[in-house]
Structure formats: structure tokens, C-alpha cells
């Protein structure tokens, strides 16, 4: 069963820290993402660049547009992700629940539609 | 016994076992409901098996491999049969009951949900009786019970009672659950509505339940302390109009003494052997105002300090004010009252009602009256109401 990790964090939070203080954290999201390596859990992840650099495409009257900026404004932003392989909702919880940000920001746990099932869930 | 004696009985436990059997919540209720109706059809004149609990959740799986057969014909996916499920115990498994109530009472769920999904599937009441109890239409219950059950199987919510390392945690939640149940019934018990009262007996079961699966935790016994001691005097907190009658006012030769003894002596259990916990606090509390023999004979110190300890546990501004109340009894109404100025609860009616009372034991009916109206702006409850109104009377001046 794969869960997607989001996290979410403010970006002004981070753009003000010290840098001594977000090293700290760097190193602390290094160690994690090795320990989720090495049990076996680590599927994908990344951090993102910041939503100053996101672009929104929807349809509008008919026709595609495409919008600078995020999909919504928040006071949170979506900052990073990873996608990880568990036996179930308890499992992905342990894990989300190591991550730094969990601290300062918040992390959402999204299971994965299994590929199986994909073409006859329909999206909301 | 009846069919519907066993229902009410074993529902819970049965449908605990079967979920684990058949690995879904739906499957394993409308099979466990299909069951029910053979038996009730059959067992009149058959007469009732040996082992009533098996006959149900043997019948119940063969019913549920039927209907998966059935879905996968339906399909067209005959080369993928479901496997065979795995085969029925003799009886209802306990830890299956443990397993059902964490489940349901997971924190992944909103506490709506895990309020309606344990009513609805460990204590088996059905929708329609839910809603009325939650004072809601049936759509909205019967949406909350279908976003859960689907929450439960999309993001594999486990079917397991917590490993240690969260077992605490999650206890909690579950402990949580089963109080806010208590407390929908008790706090809305007024009138004749004997359904809202149901969920105090409810609520008491499931408390019984746990304990009796998790002996050695002492706050399962703190809660089912606690639930007792004030179940012991719920036909006494209202008149025979509705009227609320306060604690001091109330008959206490009509407290169930039976209830008040059990919840005394699980409150020393709860309390012995380590710091207690907010429910075993808290029963200590109810279990001093239960034996004492009359309002006067109240021992408000140990009251008073028994709060200090929950404040410890449990800063809430709803703590600080029960102990604003006890320090104005045990130690003066002035105390009291420079206690509970410095509470900030905005919107809470019985903040100044409570201020409201002490000024009226001290006498100073004018700014009791004004903090009565106070109170009066907030209160939403019609049972509370009316009580304000009747003190706002009793400490105004008589108008010529």
C-alpha cells in the first residue's frame, strides 16, 4: 500500500530562520530520508522549489489557462513530498510523524489509489 | 434466550469477529444482518442452536463468501475467485471486540464519526436511533457512517489493537470516544427522551467492556468510575416538569447506591499504584460528592484539591473554573470569585452563572442579577434556560 507524504510549511518560517538553525533541519530531513531508505519505505520524495515558482493550469470559459501562483494561497505552503510503500494507515503515521516538520508545519497523509483499482475509481 | 436478547447482547462481539474474517466492514454487517433474519425466521420452531454466538458467525461468513462469489461473477472475473476466507472460530474472539472499538475509535476519524461508527457497529444501535440520539437528520448519520467505513478501507486504517509504543495514545482517543457518548446522553438527558439516556448505558457498556479486555489499565477503571457516579444520580437531576435540580438541592435517598459503591470502589483501584490520570481525578471528585450524606456534609477541601491535581493534568479554563467553585466553598466566596475573574472562557454560559451563584451566596443580589443576565445571553440549552431566569427572579428586586 503507498501513501503520499505532503508537507506542509511557511515558507516565510523558513525564509527567516538562521542559517545555522536551517542547516539543523537539512540535516535532520537528511537523516530521515536515509533511515526511511534503509527500512525499506522510501519509494520517491523531493523537496519543492517555493510557490513563487508554481504555475496553475485550469479551464476557464471552454478554454485552458494558465495562471502564475499556486493552486491556492495558504498560509502553509506545499514544500515537499515523499511517497512511501507501508502495510497500513498506522505504519505511514509512524513514519509522517518523524518528520521534522511535523514540528513547525504540517504533513498530510494521502493514501494511493492501487493501480489496479485506478481505472474504476473515478476522480472527484 | 431470544433473537433479540442475543442481538442486543452479542451483536458488538460477533461483528467484531466477522470483520476480521471477512476483512470488511459492509460485507461483514449486511452477512451478520442476513444471519440475523435466518435465525429469526428459523429458531421459533427449530429451537436456537447449542452455541448461538458461532451458529451467527458461521452463517454469517458462508453468506459473505456467497456474496464475494457473487461479485466476482459479476465482474466477469471468474479466474479470480476470492480466496477462501479463513475459517470460523467456534466463538467470538475478545480481542476482536478491542480490535473493533480501536478501529473505530481511530484519531484518523473525526470524533463525529468515531461517536457514530462505535454506537453503530460495538453496541450494534441502528442509524435511525444514532441520528436521533445526535439530534441529526438520518442522511447526515448515515453520510458520516459511509465516510468512515470508506475511510477505514481507502487509506487501510489496520484492524489491530495499537502496539505498545501508541497503545497510551490511543487508549486515550477510544477513553475520549466513550465519555463523549456518556456525555451526549447525560447532558442532554432532560425530559422524556429515554433514547439520549440509552447512550449512558451504552456508553457504561463499552466502558465494562474494555476494562474487562484491558484490566490493567487504570484509567479504563478511572472512566467507568466515573461514568457510574454520575449515571448514580440521573434521575435525580431533573424535576418531573424538566427543571433542572442542582447537586445541593437534590434527593439523594433517590441515588442509585448500588452504582455509587461500584464506582467508589473502582476509584481507589484507579487511583492506587502510580500518578493517577484525569478520569480517576475526576471520579475522585464525583465518588466525594456521591457519598457524602448531605450537600452541607461535602468535603469541598479535598474537592478543592483534587482539583489542583486535574488543573495539573489538565489545564483547561473548564477545570479552573470547577476549582474556582470548590476554593469559593472550601475557602470563601471572595477567593472563589478572584479565581474566576481571571478565567477566559468567552461565550460559555456558565462562567458567569457560576460567578452569578457565588455573588448570590454572598449576598450581593445586583451583580449576581447582572451576571445572570450575562449567562442568559449565552445559554442555549432550554432546561438551562429556564433554571437562569428562575435565579435571575429569585435575586431581583421585587417590582411594586
Do not use: R
Given at each position: 500500500m503507498q501513501y503520499l507524504v505532503l508537507i506542509y510549511d511557511s515558507e516565510k518560517l523558513y525564509g527567516d530562520m538562521p542559517k545555522a538553525q536551517l542547516e539543523k533541519i537539512y540535516e535532520e530531513y537528511g537523516h530521515f530520508t536515509q533511515s526511511i531508505i534503509k527500512s525499506g519505505h522510501f519509494r520517491a520524495g523531493s523537496q519543492l522549489q517555493p510557490v513563487s515558482s508554481a504555475t496553475t493550469v485550469r479551464e476557464k470559459n471552454g478554454k485552458v489557462v494558465t495562471v502564475d501562483g499556486p493552486f491556492a494561497e495558504t498560509k502553509?505552503?506545499?514544500?515537499g513530498y515523499y511517497l512511501i510503500e507501508c502495510k497500513d494507515l498506522d505504519e505511514a503515521l509512524s513514519i509522517a510523524k518523524r518528520i521534522p516538520s511535523v514540528r513547525t508545519g504540517s504533513v498530510e497523509v494521502r493514501p494511493l489509489v492501487p493501480p489496479s483499482n485506478a481505472a474504476s475509481s473515478s476522480p472527484r | 434466550m431470544n433473537v433479540g436478547e442475543l442481538y442486543k447482547r452479542d451483536y458488538g462481539r460477533i461483528l467484531a469477529s466477522l470483520i476480521r474474517l471477512v476483512g470488511d466492514f459492509d460485507l461483514a454487517e449486511e452477512s451478520l444482518h442476513e444471519a440475523f433474519a435466518i435465525a429469526l425466521a428459523e429458531w421459533p420452531s427449530s429451537g436456537p442452536p447449542r452455541n448461538p454466538a458461532s451458529w451467527l458467525i458461521s452463517t454469517a461468513r458462508f453468506k459473505a463468501i456467497d456474496q464475494l462469489r457473487r461479485r466476482a461473477m459479476g465482474a466477469g472475473k471468474r479466474a479470480e475467485l476470492?480466496?477462501?476466507?479463513?475459517p470460523a472460530e467456534e466463538e467470538p474472539v475478545p480481542l476482536d471486540s478491542l480490535r473493533l472499538i480501536f478501529t473505530c475509535c481511530h484519531p484518523a476519524l473525526s470524533p463525529e464519526a468515531q461517536m457514530a461508527l462505535t454506537l453503530r457497529?460495538?453496541?450494534?444501535?441502528?442509524t435511525e436511533e444514532i441520528a436521533r440520539a445526535f439530534l441529526v437528520p438520518v442522511p447526515t448519520l448515515a453520510q458520516r457512517l459511509v465516510r468512515a467505513k470508506g475511510k477505514i478501507k481507502i487509506a487501510k486504517i489496520p484492524y489491530e489493537v495499537p502496539s505498545d509504543d501508541s497503545l497510551a495514545e490511543r487508549l486515550d482517543t477510544a477513553l475520549g470516544v466513550i465519555y463523549l457518548v456518556f456525555n451526549e446522553g447525560y447532558s442532554a438527558s432532560f425530559g422524556p427522551d429515554l433514547l439520549r439516556a440509552q447512550l449512558c448505558d451504552e456508553a457504561i457498556q463499552l466502558g465494562r467492556m474494555v476494562l474487562g479486555l484491558l484490566p490493567a489499565e487504570r484509567e479504563v477503571r478511572g472512566l467507568l468510575a466515573l461514568m457510574l457516579l454520575h449515571d448514580a444520580r440521573r434521575a435525580t437531576r431533573?424535576?418531573?416538569?424538566g427543571a433542572i435540580v442542582l447537586l445541593e438541592d437534590q434527593d439523594r435517598s433517590r441515588w442509585d447506591q448500588a452504582k455509587i459503591q461500584e464506582g467508589a470502589s473502582l476509584v481507589e483501584r484507579a487511583l492506587s499504584g502510580g500518578p493517577p490520570g484525569k478520569y480517576a481525578v475526576q471520579a475522585a471528585i464525583a465518588a466525594l460528592h456521591a457519598q457524602a450524606r448531605s450537600a452541607k456534609e461535602t468535603d469541598w477541601p479535598q474537592i478543592a484539591a483534587l482539583y489542583c491535581v486535574l488543573a495539573s493534568i489538565e489545564p483547561t479554563p473548564i477545570v479552573e473554573l470547577n476549582r474556582a467553585v470548590a476554593i469559593a466553598m472550601a475557602d470563601g466566596i471572595e477567593q472563589g470569585l478572584a479565581l474566576l475573574a481571571k478565567i477566559h472562557l468567552p461565550g460559555y454560559h456558565l462562567l458567569p452563572a457560576a460567578r452569578a451563584d457565588l455573588l448570590r451566596r454572598a449576598g450581593r443580589r445586583a451583580e449576581s442579577a447582572a451576571a445572570y443576565r450575562e449567562a442568559l445571553d449565552l445559554v442555549t440549552n432550554e432546561a438551562e434556560r429556564r433554571f437562569l431566569e428562575q435565579r435571575l427572579a429569585e435575586v431581583s428586586p421585587l417590582r411594586r
Open positions: 502553509e505552503q506545499l514544500g | 476470492p480466496e477462501p476466507i479463513a457497529t460495538v453496541c450494534g444501535l441502528t431533573t424535576d418531573e416538569h
